[in-house]
């Protein structure tokens, strides 16, 4: 069965050091989400892709964070430097349709990320 | 604003029914969700409605949605142990062309 894969499942880093996670969706899936989740929340978009432009990355903050999707297959998030409040489960999602579609994504494991 | 609201905890015997609540923001909303995150895993859509309807069963699963109250509600009969986990709620569509997802509720499963 197909699935979203996630590298790496678990990250510790210190802060002021920078990070990167992965993704890569469904094979034919062109849409594309990072999201967030703090422990005891749900989790919040950070960023959408469709292929490889960018939809919504209003929640992602800019000043740290970046994400790409040159070929419009896999994804890379990138924060740099990391704080404290970073630390979280950073989940990668896809989808089968465009934007405006019925919302079944599907979810990698995510990678937790621990700020020290 | 978006705010999708869950009780945080509902503990229930195995083999009785699970009621799950959720109230949403947008009544503009196309489709609502409910989502099923087990430990460590990512999340995995377990049902959804459309606004039109009031009713979905799909095996042991029923949703209800009152779009009137804005309410949304997950029941899961003869419950198990393994439907431990965190259930979410989530809304798409109208206002926000995105998924907004509620904090999620615990259901714990005791013998």
């Known amino acids: 069965e197909a699935e979203v894969a996630q590298s790496p499942r678990y990250k510790i880093t210190e802060k002021s050091q920078a990070v990167a996670f992965w993704c890569d969706p469904i094979?034919?899936?062109?849409?594309l989400y990072w999201y967030r989740q703090i422990l005891g929340q749900g989790p919040e978009l950070l960023v959408q892709?469709?292929?490889?432009?960018?939809?919504?990355d209003s929640q992602l903050p800019k000043d740290r964070f970046s994400a790409e999707r040159l070929k419009g297959v896999d994804s890379t998030l990138k924060i740099q430097p990391a704080e404290l409040g970073d630390s979280a489960m950073y989940l990668c999602?896809?989808?089968?349709?465009?934007?405006?579609?019925?919302?079944?994504?599907?979810f990698g494991e995510g990678s937790r990320l621990t700020v020290l | 604003g978006e705010d999708v609201e869950q009780s945080l905890f509902l503990s229930v015997r195995e083999g009785d029914s699970s009621v799950i609540n959720c109230t949403y923001t947008?009544?503009?909303?196309?489709?609502l969700y409910w989502y099923k995150q087990e430990p460590g895993a990512g999340l995995q859509l377990l049902t959804y409605?459309?606004?039109?309807?009031d009713m979905k069963q799909d095996q042991r699963l029923t949703v209800l949605l009152n779009k009137k109250d804005k309410h949304l509600s997950l029941r899961i009969a003869d419950t198990q142990t393994g439907d431990s986990a965190i259930y979410f709620c989530?809304?798409?569509?109208?206002?926000?062309?995105?998924?907004?997802f509620g904090a999620g509720t615990r259901l714990a499963v005791h013998p």
């Open positions: 999602a896809s989808s089968l349709l465009a934007t405006g579609n019925t919302g079944e994504l599907f």
């Open positions: 947008d009544s503009s909303s196309t489709y």
């Open positions: 409605i459309f606004s039109n309807m």
């Open positions: 989530a809304e798409f569509g109208g206002g926000y062309n995105k998924l907004i």
């Open positions: 094979s034919g899936h062109a849409t």
């Open positions: 892709f469709q292929d490889e432009s960018v939809v919504d």
